[in-house]
């Protein structure tokens, strides 16, 4: 049976009808923004490169990662052992792209950077585009996933700022991610980085 869902942001007007007609909140995700000044001496660009410096304590290399190589089917791998570890929300699902749809990535402005282990094992992938928003150019943040034993370690910050560098290096100055409620360890991560949560959605379904 088809569930009747809505998905609105936490001020929305019609909130209150709808939860006095019996609608429930079955899923909360957030909506973020981080904006970066011009010039690497910005407090913003300190707060990036500290994240990838972090990375390198970790003996991790960090690197921008060739969809079309062999690159792609770690993508794949990692993505399949990590898919189910996502929260699931109706605002927030996540599904595991499959070596095709990866391998489309550069033909649709997406990009990824990894991060590597000594050995060559791929840990972490942060994956975003570039798109317009008001004319005006925006690095949207698609998703990041670390392999389960290398999770606490600063790696994501690493690879979702690597990601934001680069764009930045090419005259991006906005960026926007979201997330699920109840991935506490996403929603720290945007934040040290420097994103602030500017929306709030509530998904709901009729009890």
């Keep these: ?19 006095r007609a019996g609608f429930v909140v079955v899923g909360e995700s957030w909506g973020a923004r ?24 970790a003996a991790v290399r960090i690197l921008e990662l060739d969809p079309v190589s062999a690159d792609g089917d770690d993508i794949v791998a990692l993505e399949r052992q990590t898919s189910p570890d996502y929260p699931v929300t109706p605002a927030t699902a996540h599904r595991a792209p499959d070596l095709d749809e990866v391998r489309e990535w550069p033909r649709r402005s997406v990009r990824a950077f990894g991060a590597r282990a000594e050995d060559g094992r791929l840990l972490a992938v942060s994956v975003g585009h570039e798109s317009y928003e008001n004319g005006e150019r925006l690095g949207d943040h698609d998703f990041v996933s670390v392999a389960r034993e290398s999770r606490g370690q600063g790696i994501a910050k690493a690879v979702v700022a690597a990601w934001i ?25 945007v934040r040290a980085l420097g994103f602030s949560i500017e929306e709030r959605w509530l998904s709901l379904q009729r009890r």
């Design 1 to 19: 049976m088809l569930l009747e869902t809505h998905v609105l942001q936490d001020d929305d007007p019609d909130l209150p009808g709808l939860l």
């Design 34 to 57: 981080l904006r970066l000044a011009s010039g690497r001496e910005a407090a913003g660009h300190a707060r990036l490169t500290s994240a990838l410096r972090g990375a390198r304590a």
């Design 165 to 189: 560098l680069a764009l930045a290096a090419e005259g991006v100055r906005t960026f926007a991610t979201g997330g699920a409620a109840q991935n506490s360890g996403s929603l720290g991560m």
